[in-house]
C-alpha cells in the first residue's frame, strides 16, 4: 500500500511517502527547488513517486496536513477573541482569511485533477505534528503536545497516544501562542520573525531572566495549565493580529525604537522570553501526565525546534522518556498526515521501525562523475572507503575544513553527516574559519560536535534525541577545556551522536579520526552557502563549494581540493 503524506501549503512545504507503513522517502520542497516556496509541493512529490517506482495512479490515498474549512472557522473568530478590535482590522482578516481558504482548494484541485482514483484525506495541521511525533516514537503509550504560532487556527493541543490511536484531549485556539509570541520577541530583538527563531534561543545564554515574571503573567492562564495571552499587553494589528501594546513596553521598560535597545537589554529578553516559556511547558506537561498517568510525552510543532527548551524539559521530566521527531516543524507533518491514513484511515497496527533520517534524493557515483566532468573541476578517485578515508583525514588533520557528500539527503533542519561540513575542533581559529568564510553567523551562535555513539559517554551527557540533534548535550567535567571552544554556559554543547548503524560512513570518519586526534570528535555544520537550503544534488554541492571558503569536498569517493593543497598526498 502506498500513501503519499503532504504538508500544508503555506511554508516549509514536503512530501513523504509510505509503503505499507514504513517512511521510504520525505523531502522538503525547498531543498529541491533552492528556494523558500508555498503550495503544492511539486518536486518533494516527484522524488516520492520516482523514489517508490510509482505513478499518482499507484497512490493508495493521499493525505494532507490541513482541513481548510476548521482553519477558516476558527480564524474567522480571531478578531471577536480581541479587544477594542476596529473595523478595518476585522475587514481586513476576513478577507485576507477567505484568501487563503480559497487559494487551499486551489491546491486540492490541483492534487484531484492528478491522482487518478486515489482518496483524497485531510487531517488537522496539529494531529499531523502529533501524528509525526507519536508514530516514529519508541512509546506504546504517551501523553503527546504540540505546539506552533498557529495551525488550522489552533496553536497548542494535548492528546494521548495509545497503539495506533491519538485521543485529542484539549486545544488552544490562536492567538494564545507561546510560539507566536516567541516570534514577535524575535522581531523586536532585530531578528527575522519566522526565520530566526534559533538566533533568539542562543541569545539568551547570554543574559539575565530579569523579565521572566512578566512573560509568565503574559502566557499564564488562572489554571497554569495552558497558555492565554492577557489581552492587555497587545493591540489588533492591521492583518487582524494582535500587536504589543504601550503597556508591554512600558512594564518591560523598553523604547518602541528597536534600535535603542541595548544589547544588554536584547540578552535580557531573550533570556526571560526562553526560560519563561520552559516554565510553562513544563507545567503543562506535568499536569496532564498526571492526568492520564503517563510518564512519557511525544512533542512536536515549530516551537520543538528550539533545542535549548527540549534540553531543559528533559533536565526537568525525565531523560529519554521525552521524544521529539526528526522534523518536527511543518515539514514533518508529511509524515505526520501519511502515517494518520495508515493507522487511523486505514486501520493498520503500530510496528516496531527504525526512525529513519536519510530519505531524500541520493546519486550514484556515475552521475556524480557527470556532473564533475561536466563543471571541468579537478578531482582525484579514491577506489576503496578506505583510501576515501585516509584522503578525508588528510585535509582535516591538516586543519582544512571539509565538504562531505555522502550517501542520501537527511530529512529536517539539520545535518546528520551526509551533506556536511566538518572541521577539526582542534584546528587553528576553527570557529573563526567557520564563521568568516562559510557560515557568516552571529559571535554567540554554536557550532556542532558529532561523536560516534559508543564514545559520547566518555565525553557527554546526553539522551537518544541527541541523534537528531533535536536536545542538547553537556560535557564532562573530566573533558572540558578539550571542548572549551565548543561549550556553551552550563557546559552545554551542541550534539550529534552517530551510530555505525544509521550513518556508517560518517561513524568510520569520526573513530579514524580519533586514532589520531584527542577524541573522536568533529565539528559539524550544515553543507548550505547563508541563506540556502541545505544542499542536495551534486551540483549544489560543487557550487557551494567553488562560493565560499571550503577548502576541500568529499563527494563519494571523488575529492576535490583548491590551490595550495596539492602537497597533502591523496592516493588514487
Same mark, same amino acid.
Given at each position: ?183 514577535? *520577541?524575535? !522581531? $523586536? ?6 526565520? +530566526?527563531?534559533?538566533? /533568539?534561543?542562543? &541569545?539568551?545564554? @547570554? ?73 510553562? *511547558?513544563? !507545567? $503543562? ?6 492526568? +492520564?498517568?503517563?510518564? /512519557?510525552?511525544? &512533542?512536536?510543532? @515549530? ?73 571541468? *573541476? ?16 588528510? &585535509? ?177
Amino acid at each position: 500500500m502506498l500513501i503519499l503524506g503532504l504538508s500544508p501549503f503555506e511554508h516549509d512545504t514536503a512530501a513523504a511517502m509510505l509503503r505499507d507503513g514504513v517512511v521510504v522517502a520525505a523531502i522538503e520542497n525547498d531543498k529541491l527547488a533552492r528556494s523558500h516556496t508555498r503550495g503544492v509541493p511539486d518536486k518533494a512529490i516527484e522524488f516520492c513517486l520516482k523514489q517508490a517506482g510509482a505513478t499518482m495512479h499507484d497512490l493508495d490515498a493521499i493525505a494532507v496536513a490541513t482541513s481548510p474549512v476548521h482553519g477558516l472557522m476558527r480564524r474567522s473568530m480571531l478578531p471577536a477573541k480581541m479587544s477594542n478590535f476596529s473595523p478595518l482590522a476585522y475587514a481586513y482578516h476576513g478577507a485576507s482569511e477567505l484568501g487563503g481558504y480559497v487559494r487551499d482548494l486551489g491546491h486540492f484541485r490541483t492534487l484531484r485533477q492528478s491522482n487518478g482514483h486515489s482518496r483524497d484525506l485531510r487531517f488537522e495541521h496539529h494531529l499531523c505534528h502529533a501524528s509525526n511525533a507519536y508514530f516514529l516514537s519508541p512509546f506504546d503509550r504517551s501523553l503527546i503536545v504540540t505546539l506552533d504560532e498557529e495551525g488550522d487556527g489552533s496553536s497548542v493541543m494535548v492528546a494521548m497516544g495509545e497503539g495506533n490511536a491519538i485521543r485529542v484531549l484539549r486545544r488552544v485556539a490562536f492567538p494564545h501562542s507561546p510560539a507566536w509570541l516567541y516570534s514577535q *520577541v524575535t !522581531e $523586536l530583538l532585530g531578528f527575522k520573525a519566522h526565520k +530566526e527563531e534559533h538566533k /533568539t534561543q542562543w &541569545l539568551s545564554l @547570554g543574559g539575565e531572566p530579569t523579565h521572566k515574571g512578566t512573560f509568565l503573567g503574559m502566557l499564564r492562564s488562572s489554571s497554569k495549565h495552558l497558555p492565554r495571552l492577557d489581552n492587555s499587553f497587545f493591540n489588533p494589528g492591521l492583518n487582524g493580529r494582535p500587536a504589543f501594546s504601550a503597556r508591554f513596553y512600558n512594564k518591560l521598560q523598553l523604547s518602541k525604537d528597536a534600535s535603542q535597545v541595548s544589547d544588554d537589554q536584547r540578552k535580557a529578553l531573550a533570556s526571560s522570553l526562553q526560560q519563561a516559556i520552559a516554565d510553562l *511547558v513544563v !507545567e $503543562l506537561v506535568d499536569h496532564f501526565r498526571e492526568q +492520564e498517568n503517563v510518564s /512519557t510525552v511525544c &512533542l512536536a510543532g @515549530g516551537l520543538m525546534f528550539n533545542t535549548l527548551l527540549v534540553s531543559t524539559l528533559e533536565e526537568r521530566l525525565v531523560m529519554n522518556e521525552v521524544f521529539v521527531p526528526p522534523a518536527p516543524g511543518n515539514a514533518g507533518c508529511a509524515i505526520g498526515a501519511a502515517m494518520l491514513a495508515w493507522h487511523q484511515a486505514f486501520g493498520k497496527p503500530r510496528e516496531e521501525h527504525e526512525t529513519a533520517f536519510y530519505t531524500g534524493p541520493a546519486f550514484n557515483r556515475s552521475e556524480i562523475k557527470e556532473v564533475l566532468d561536466n563543471c571541468k *573541476v579537478r578531482y582525484s578517485l579514491q577506489i576503496t572507503e578506505d583510501r576515501k578515508i585516509e584522503a578525508a583525514l588528510q &585535509l582535516l588533520e591538516a586543519g582544512k575544513i571539509v565538504g562531505w557528500y555522502q550517501g542520501a539527503t537527511e530529512f529536517g533542519p539539520r545535518s546528520l553527516g551526509n551533506r556536511s561540513i566538518v572541521a577539526s575542533p582542534w584546528a587553528s581559529y576553527v570557529r573563526e574559519n567557520l564563521n568568516d568564510f562559510i557560515k557568516h553567523r552571529e559571535w554567540f551562535r554554536p557550532f556542532a560536535l558529532a561523536v560516534p555513539e559508543e564514545d559520547a559517554p566518555r565525553y557527554f551527557e546526553c539522551s537518544q534525541l541527541c541523534n537528531s540533534m533535536n536536545s542538547m548535550g553537556r560535557v564532562r567535567s573530566e573533558v572540558a577545556e578539550q571542548f572549551s571552544d565548543f561549550t556553551l554556559p552550563g557546559n552545554l554543547v551542541r550534539l550529534q551522536v552517530v551510530s555505525k548503524r544509521s550513518n556508517p560512513h560518517f561513524w568510520r570518519l569520526l573513530k579514524r579520526f580519533g586514532e589520531q586526534a584527542p577524541a573522536p570528535v568533529l565539528v559539524n555544520t550544515s553543507f548550505n552557502l547563508f541563506g540556502e537550503p541545505m544542499v542536495v544534488r551534486p551540483r549544489d554541492a560543487v557550487r557551494s563549494y567553488f562560493c565560499s571558503g571550503i577548502d576541500a569536498l568529499v563527494i563519494d569517493n571523488f575529492v576535490l581540493a583548491k590551490a595550495g593543497l596539492n602537497q597533502l598526498r591523496m592516493a588514487s
